[in-house]
């Protein structure tokens, strides 16, 4: 089985910076994509950003130039920087992982979401 382990989420001013980290564990033979999603109270769930196995990165339209999404590889570790976070990015945030396991078997694996909330 692979866990992912989410960290960085809180409360944070208009304005302000956050540094999510997702960091995956278990039976793990290969990482593919590895990215990040949120959920807002009565929304559905949105990609946010994803980084796929060579480094290239998506975002959605609303994060573009104040996201950054990264990936360690060594430790199996993605991370999403927020910069100049609004209001509007006041969600729970998941991480999401496209792995192999030790039989071969792959799969989407989701962490258990960490809070993010901005406000004054």
């Known amino acids: 089985q692979v866990q992912l382990v989410e960290s960085g989420g809180g409360l944070v001013q208009p304005g302000g910076s956050l540094r999510l980290s997702c960091a995956a564990s278990g039976s793990i033979f290969r990482i593919y994509d590895m990215g990040w999603y949120r959920q807002a109270p009565g929304k559905q769930r949105e990609l946010v950003a994803v980084i796929i196995t060579g480094g290239s990165t998506n975002y959605a339209e609303s994060v573009k130039g104040r996201f950054t999404i990264s990936r360690d590889n060594a430790k199996n570790t993605v991370y999403l920087q927020m910069n100049s976070l609004k209001p509007e990015d006041t969600a729970v945030y998941y991480c999401?992982?496209?792995?192999?396991?030790?039989?071969?078997?792959?799969?989407?694996?989701w962490g258990q979401g960490t809070q993010v909330t901005v406000s004054s």
């Open positions: 999401n992982v496209d792995a192999q396991n030790f039989y071969l078997r792959r799969g989407d694996y």
